[in-house]
């Protein structure tokens, strides 16, 4: 049955006949838009032409003549009017008549691709409901209950054809109790994310984390990473270490591990110690942010007029900020000081990830320079001076293989694992909101 409509619909699309009113109806549009416009122009130049005319009679003519003149101007302008009126009208009904003559092809042709559209649909439901997957107290759910869940409701393409779903499907179907099961990456790295060779890393979130969300139900395994960035873990409760503080604004050291605003499932963060510490204090309070894993310099402002002229100097880009990073590897041949310009956007399928989009990324740029080089640990530490903001926008500039193809030591989501990231934000220099003076914060990376 799909298969006929298909050649209906290519049948009908490629007629003659419809071509020829296609056309027709172009034609008629284009000549519609001609002549409106013409008319209008029209109308538009005899209105200059009465304007200057009425200047001119009203020093020549007497009061009771000027009052007869401007009667005569005013039917002239209603003549204009009705001439677009006219033109209007006849356009519309020639259109009307042009797309009524198309409608008798176009109207079975979106019947057809609507009846297509739910066939099609209905035998990939089928489908799907065929797609199961087992668990190991032996449950068995189709790929459409398993997503009905997500944000999409629907499986992505590809859904279920990964490794690891089909590993623990042959091992359940099989009566095996799988021990230990991890993914890495093998080969070169693909062009937009950021995978490293021999890397492992977690399932995707869009296609294999709903599947096996369900197929390792009954089985105890760690938590998924991506779920502990910035959200789940339990805060890092140390004190905050006090930069500097006047009447109007202060500096905080940001310990690594703490959030700087409240996530959906953690309210410690700086704001909050802030806000219960400072009770008085209006505004947003937090000129900008660093990821919970990033420690270093975060400025507070404590009124909303100082809050906003600092956050004017960061969208006008004139505050200078300087992050030190350790990264696993050596430079080897790349240049020890240049600029990074790889745009970034979110990576819908493996949140909170990032990747690199030349489409529909926005602008992300970093100069970066080396500083040291551990050739014993095998290990290079930077300086970075990012000019845009973007998430994960150091991490990835400094991971990604047309970045430095280098992963910050401790990196969880585009390295590996250590007992911290490796990034700190130890430099900040902008101007005083209130005595326009020169401030410049520094902390020393503890690394």
């Known amino acids: 049955e799909l298969n006929k409509m298909n050649l209906r619909i290519e049948e009908l699309e490629n007629d003659p006949k419809r071509i020829e009113l296609k056309t027709a109806l172009d034609a ?38 000027f009052v007869v003149f401007e009667a005569d101007l005013a039917q002239e302008s209603a003549y204009y009017q009705r001439q677009v009126k006219q033109v209007k009208a006849a356009s519309t009904k020639e259109l009307k008549h042009a797309q009524a003559s198309l409608d008798e092809f176009e109207i079975e042709l979106q019947e057809l691709k609507r009846r297509r559209g739910e066939k099609s649909n209905s035998l990939q439901n089928q489908s799907l409901q065929q797609y199961q997957f087992l668990n190991i107290n032996g449950q068995r759910k189709s790929l459409l209950p398993i997503f009905a869940d997500t944000p999409l409701q629907r499986p992505p393409p590809g859904a279920g054809d ?14 095996f109790k799988p021990i230990a099961m991890a993914e890495f990456w093998y080969g070169d790295s693909p062009l937009l994310e950021v995978r490293k060779h021999n890397f492992y890393y977690p399932a ?20 998924n990473p991506l779920d502990l960035v910035g959200e789940e873990v339990e805060s890092n409760k140390t004190s905050l270490e006090i930069v500097f503080e006047d009447e109007f604004i202060m500096a905080v050291n940001k310990p690594n591990e703490m959030l700087s605003t409240p996530g959906r499932h953690q309210e410690y963060s700086v704001y909050t110690i802030i806000k219960e510490s400072y009770p008085s204090a209006t505004g947003p309070l937090l000129v900008h942010r660093l990821d919970m894993s990033t ?9 909303k007029d100082s809050h906003q002229i600092l956050q004017e ?4 880009r004139t505050v200078k900020k300087r992050y030190t990073a350790l990264l696993e590897g050596l430079f080897d041949n790349r240049e020890e000081k240049g600029f990074i310009d790889l745009p970034l956007a979110l990576d819908y399928l493996n ?21 040291d080089t551990d050739l014993e640990k095998n290990r290079t530490k930077v300086h970075f001076y990012p000019r845009t903001g973007r998430t994960h926008q150091l991490r990835v500039h400094a991971a990604h293989e047309q970045g430095l193809n280098l992963p910050i030591v401790g990196d969880d989501i585009y390295g590996q694992r250590n007992e911290r990231l490796h990034l700190h934000a130890d430099f900040i220099e902008f101007l005083h909101p209130v005595t326009n003076k020169t401030m410049t914060f520094s902390v020393k990376a503890p690394f």
């Open 295 to 303: 420690s270093g310099v975060l400025l507070i402002a404590k009124d």
């Open 204 to 223: 995707c979130r869009g296609r294999c984390e709903p599947i096996l969300r369900h197929m390792l139900q009954g089985m105890n395994v760690e938590d």
């Open 351 to 371: 949140r909170p990830m990032q990747k690199v989009d030349y489409n529909e990324g926005k602008a992300a740029q970093t100069f970066y320079e080396v500083v």
């Open 162 to 175: 990964c490794a690891a779903p089909k590993l623990l499907q042959q091992a359940f179907v099989s009566g």
């Open 313 to 316: 100097q960061f969208i006008n």
């Open 28 to 65: 008629v549009k284009e000549r519609a838009m001609i002549s409106l416009a013409a008319a209008k122009t029209q109308q538009k130049e005899q209105k200059k032409k009465r304007q200057v005319l009425r200047e001119q009679m009203r020093e020549e003519l007497s009061p009771e003549d």
